[in-house]
C-alpha cells in the first residue's frame, strides 16, 4: 500500500520541531478529519535555510511533511513557490488514492508560511501566493477566521 519512501519518512521523519524565531509560519489543515500541518520556515539571503514541521494526523501527513522539507531546504524562496503535491508525491513514490489530500496539505502549508513571511516583511506577495492570502486556502475549514 505505501512505498518503502513514505515508511521511511513516517517512522524516521525529517525535520520535525518548531523554529522559536521562524520567519514564517503556515498551518493548514482540517481538524475534523484529523490532518493538521504546520511549517516553520527561517529565510537567509533569499534562501529558506531551515524549515521544519509540526503535524497532526495519519502517516501519509508526517510523510508527506518531512519529504516536502527535505524538498524545500535550501532553495530559494521563488524555487519554494514551484512545490506542488505532484512533487512530493512522486518524491515518496506515489501515495495511495486516499491519502492524495495529505501532499496537498504539506503544498498548502510551505505556501501559508510563506505568505506569513512575506507579510511579516511587508514584501508584495508573489502572484502564486495571491489565493493562498486571500484565505481560500488557509482559513478554508475554520469556523471563523481572523483575517
Not at 489530500?101 to 514584501?123: I, M, Q
Amino acid at each position: 500500500m505505501y512505498s518503502e519512501k513514505v515508511l521511511d519518512h513516517f517512522t524516521h521523519p525529517r525535520n520535525v520541531g518548531e523554529i522559536a524565531d521562524a520567519d514564517g509560519v503556515g498551518t493548514v489543515g482540517n481538524p475534523r478529519c484529523g490532518d493538521i500541518m504546520r511549517f516553520y520556515i527561517k529565510v537567509e539571503d533569499g534562501r529558506i535555510s531551515d524549515i521544519t514541521f509540526k503535524t497532526f494526523g495519519c502517516g501519509a501527513a508526517v510523510a508527506t511533511s518531512s519529504m516536502a522539507t527535505e524538498l524545500i531546504r535550501g532553495k530559494t524562496l521563488d524555487e519554494a513557490l514551484q512545490l506542488t503535491n505532484k512533487t512530493v508525491i512522486e518524491a515518496l513514490e506515489g501515495l495511495p488514492p486516499q491519502k492524495i489530500h495529505c501532499s496537498v496539505l504539506a503544498e498548502e502549508a510551505l505556501r501559508a508560511a510563506l505568505v506569513d513571511y512575506y507579510t511579516k516583511h511587508n514584501l508584495p506577495l508573489p502572484k502564486e501566493l495571491e489565493t493562498t492570502a486571500s484565505c481560500d486556502v488557509c482559513c478554508r475549514n475554520e469556523p471563523r477566521c481572523d483575517k
